[in-house]
């Protein structure tokens, strides 16, 4: 169980998720690439291997020779692309092809751990440019991922910040730094095998979907074990959601008393008036 509230007399504390396969279901960088055919930044043959690229890792996941390979790929195909364009068809179809892959569990985790006071910080090895737009539609309040150079307004297809294994945990350690954080109090959740230094820099490891590599480690380490498999959408999610402040419902059920104490004296006194006429 997560503490309801946060001793605001301690340290801060934050919680840090994975994104691809431990808050969505999918790989965030690969659900876009149909988006990006149709804007016209790569081909069919580019498509159907990303398809199938995301078939293999919701499969099996993807090991650290598998991820190498992948991050060639995809650098090498969005040398050229223009970086305003990606932004702007990530905005245009992020609530058509992320909103309905966000794992329930994982948006209900979030809630959580804002109402106990934590931060949420998403940490992914995506690009920028797609974890974002993603890390401010599931509200939270920052984001660590990896960045591309980019030069008159286009990316060279080289990287400057590589957001993946040990560097997870060396983010999450500058953050602790400079925002307070204490990291023996903090939460960490991933899917991946490649994430156990980011575990391993809190206090408490959460392992979500595990493959089978970090599965292995969980057991032996004795880490939660959490499966999420409920995607839904967010705005399906009514009761967390929709529902309004309490100072609000406080009004609204104080109206409806004071109606319903109203009716009650109007029908004594059309009650007594009948009598008093018999």
């Known amino acids: 169980m997560l503490a309801l509230v946060e001793n605001h007399s301690l340290p801060r504390t934050a919680a840090f998720f994975d994104l691809d396969k431990t808050v969505i279901a999918k790989s965030s960088t690969l659900t876009f690439s149909k988006s990006f055919y149709q804007g016209g930044l790569i081909n069919r043959r580019a498509v159907l291997r990303t398809a199938y690229a995301q078939f293999v890792y919701l499969v099996g996941g993807a090991d650290h020779d598998q991820t190498e390979r992948m991050r060639q790929y995809l650098s090498a195909l969005c040398r050229g692309w223009n970086v305003q364009q990606v932004r702007e068809i990530v905005a245009e179809t992020l609530h058509e092809l992320i909103d309905p892959i966000i794992h329930d569990e994982a948006a209900s985790l979030i809630e959580e751990h804002h109402t106990a ?162």
Not at 261 to 274: D, E, I, P, Q
């Open 117 to 278: 006071g934590r931060d949420v910080v998403i940490v992914s090895t995506s690009g920028a440019e797609v974890v974002e737009p993603i890390g401010e539609l599931l509200g939270a309040d920052r984001v660590v991922a990896t960045r591309m150079v980019v030069k008159g307004g286009r990316f060279t297809g080289e990287i400057s910040y590589y957001c993946y294994g040990p560097t997870k945990a060396e983010a999450i350690a500058e953050l602790a730094e400079s925002e307070g954080y204490d990291l023996a109090r903090c939460y960490a959740y991933s899917d991946s095998v490649t994430d156990i230094p980011m575990l391993e820099a809190v206090g408490n490891p959460h392992a979500v979907n595990p493959d089978r590599g970090l599965r292995r480690e969980a057991v032996a380490r004795g880490w939660p074990v959490l499966t999420f498999d409920r995607p839904v959408r967010l705005k399906q999610r009514v009761p967390s959601l929709s529902m309004p402040p309490r100072p609000v419902l406080a009004a609204v059920a104080a109206i409806g008393a004071a109606a319903a104490t109203a009716g009650l004296v109007w029908y004594a006194s059309r009650r007594r008036a009948a009598y008093a006429r018999i």
